[in-house]
Each structure stands twice: as C-alpha cells, then as structure tokens.
C-alpha cells in the first residue's frame, strides 16, 4: 500500500481544493477502487474523537458522491453494500479503541486500524457468483442535520 500512499496524499490534497473532477477519472471501476485506499488509508489516522471518524471525511464524500452517483451509507455505497460488506481488519490498532459507538458492526467506520476489501472492485461482483442479495439498508443518524456523521444505529436485510 506505500506505493499509493504519496498519490492519495496528493488525491485528498485535490478533494480539498476541488480540482478533481469526473473529466479525469470518469470510470466507476477507478474510483470505487480509490474509494477503497481512501478509507483504507483513513482508517489508520488516530483521530481525537472517533465520532467524528464519519464527519471529518464528509467533504470527500461528497465529491465521490457526485462522480459515482450512489447513495452513501455508513461509510459504503448502498448500491455495492454486498462488496462493501467483504472487509476485514488487517491490522488492528489496540491504542484506537474506543468505547464510543461510531458505525453498526458491518460497515468499516466500526473498526479502528487498517483495514482491506477482499474483493478487488465491486464492479466485477457479477462474476463472483455471491449467493446473497441486500434487499434493504437503513441507518439511523445521531444528529440528523449532519448526513454523512456519526450513526445511532444501522440494519440491513439480505437473501441468500
């Protein structure tokens, strides 16, 4: 992952003078695919207030969010939930817990440390074969004026 490390660096640098635009990364497999190194690479940063985990990468996903035009749920994209349920914590950071509930337990906000997707990109879903289907997702936000911020809770439905 060091070899992306410097272009995310220069990547959320861009997000925040908003000079990335749909023009040069137009493919949905791309950015889903930089979504992932994104979160990836966040969720290594100690943050002082881990509730604040989901609102301090709101700006970013707002920009995502007008690229790859899905609904944003708990970190993920409500339309490729099935691969964005394929996570894992890699490396564990004891010195980030925190008792402060951020996220339900399947999205990747939950856990604190590095974390990888098992599944390349959600595009090539299709080809796996997966034998479930979400048929629904909510969430239930702490403060309702904040979207993208700190959850209460969260469920989703799925048939296999």
Request: proline share 5%; charged share 25%; hydrophobic share 40%.
């Amino acid at each position: 992952m060091d070899r992306y490390q410097g272009f995310l660096k220069g990547l959320f640098r861009d997000f925040q003078r908003k000079r990335w635009t749909p023009r040069q990364h137009d493919c949905l497999e791309t950015i889903l695919l930089l979504w992932n190194q994104i979160v990836s690479l966040y969720n290594l940063k100690k943050l002082t207030h881990q509730e604040d985990k989901l609102v301090a990468l709101s700006g970013i996903v707002k920009r995502v969010q007008k690229l790859v035009e899905l609904e944003y749920i708990a970190g993920t994209w409500k339309e490729c939930l099935i691969y964005f349920l394929h996570w894992k914590v890699k490396k564990h950071d004891p010195d980030g817990q925190s008792h402060t509930y951020v996220a339900p337990s399947w999205p990747w906000p939950s856990a604190n440390g590095e974390i990888e997707f098992d599944v390349e990109c959600p595009i090539k879903l299709p080809k796996l074969n997966l034998k479930a289907n979400i048929l629904a997702a909510d969430i239930s936000l702490v403060n309702e004026s904040l979207p993208f911020g700190q959850l209460s809770g969260g469920a989703f439905a799925y048939r296999l």
